[in-house]
């Protein structure tokens, strides 16, 4: 199994800009998560979808963040606009929902707002 | 009343020592606690979990010792290598069809050869 897949790997924009993660999970799973992990604040679950259905976007930090997961092997996570202060890496995760859910976390997308 | 709190913030062993990391819940509705390995570049990756029922899980050189009525749990590592250096991250999450974690603030650990 190819594992939960993140791309961009790096990326680096100016401050406006739109920015847009993708990930696609493990085939079969259908719990999707959103992680950022900054030094500062450690590691925060932005969002997470149950059968593509968005379930808790309370940690979504604000307006400018959107989540979409339109099918069971893909998801977005975009920021508009970017601010510097939304550096940070970005984790997708995948599990199958039921008694003990391990998730599987992609490599990540490092994110650089100038 | 959702937080894990994780103690240390970093810790430094010597190779073949034994290294302790602590984490601390509120929440009674927690019934699943993990504990995630992640290196630097890298994520989070399942290590070992455990649920209330038990008092101790191990896995190799790693031990989970959960402690419900203190409402603790700590990961060791007995005989640490330079390899396990890396940040460790506890977790624990509700029932529910998804299983949402919440974790710890995570401890980088240091093995010196």
């Known amino acids: 199994d190819a594992g939960v897949i993140q791309s961009p790997r790096h990326e680096v924009t100016e401050m406006g800009q739109e920015v847009t993660l993708r990930c696609k999970p493990i085939?079969?799973?259908?719990?999707l998560f959103w992680y950022r992990q900054t030094m500062m604040r450690g590691l925060e679950l932005l969002i997470y979808?149950?059968?593509?259905?968005?379930?808790?976007d309370s940690g979504m930090p604000e307006d400018r963040f959107s989540a979409k997961m339109p099918n069971a092997s893909f998801s977005t996570l975009k920021i508009q606009p970017s601010e510097p202060r939304d550096s940070a890496v970005y984790f997708c995760?995948?599990?199958?929902?039921?008694?003990?859910?391990?998730?599987?976390f992609g490599p990540g997308t490092r994110l650089t707002v100038l | 009343q959702q937080q894990v709190k994780q103690s240390p913030q970093s810790l430094i062993v010597q190779k073949g020592g034994i290294s302790i990391i602590n984490c601390a819940y509120e929440?009674?509705?927690?019934?699943?606690f993990p504990w995630y390995q992640q290196f630097p570049g890298k994520g989070p990756a399942l290590l070992i979990a455990i649920r209330p029922d038990v008092s101790e899980k191990k896995e190799g050189r790693f031990t989970i010792s959960f402690n419900k009525s203190a409402k603790q749990f700590s990961l060791h590592i007995m005989d640490s290598q330079p390899g396990d250096s890396a940040t460790y991250f506890c977790a624990a999450s509700i029932p529910g069809s998804a299983r949402q974690l919440t974790f710890g603030s995570g401890t980088q650990l240091t093995v010196l050869p």
């Open positions: 929440n009674t509705a927690f019934d699943y």
């Open positions: 085939s079969g799973h259908n719990s």
């Open positions: 979808f149950n059968n593509n259905v968005p379930i808790d």
């Open positions: 995760a995948s599990s199958l929902a039921g008694t003990s859910s391990t998730q599987y």
